[in-house]
């Protein structure tokens, strides 16, 4: 459909305005409603966007933390048996310069939402 046609059709079937005080108040107490769920939407938005950007940042420095930990007091090898444990001992060994890649991956992340939403915090 070209534009005209769609203004056409608006223009048309534009609803006609009742000179009745109870259709005003209808419509107000339409409004406000409406204005009450676009706030308590916009709420919702806003807190999880919080606890994105919290859950993103806590894990970022944890993980941060767990690596800094490992790195500074190392397991002693000869106490792991063989089993799952030395599966994932020997898993870390060889991908141990990979470990930052998730932290770079979660870095990255962080600066694209606080860069995507400069003013998410002010418009509230």
């Avoid at 490992?70 to 030395?86: C, F, K, N, V």
Wanted: net charge positive; with cysteine.
């Amino acid at each position: 459909m070209k534009n005209k046609d769609i203004e056409s059709i608006l223009r048309d079937s534009r609803p006609q305005v009742q000179d009745n005080p109870t259709f005003l108040l209808e419509v107000q107490q339409k409004m406000r409603a409406v204005e009450g769920i676009k706030n308590e939407v916009d709420r919702q938005r806003r807190y999880g966007r919080t606890a994105l950007i919290l859950a993103l940042v806590s894990g970022l420095i944890l993980g941060a933390v767990a690596m800094s930990l490992t790195y500074l007091y190392p397991m002693d090898t000869t106490a792991i048996s063989d089993g799952i444990l030395s599966d994932i001992r020997v898993f870390l060994e060889s991908y141990r310069q990979y470990l930052l890649l998730p932290i770079a991956g979660c870095a990255i992340s962080l600066g694209v939402i606080f860069g995507r939403h400069k003013n998410m915090f002010v418009n509230s």
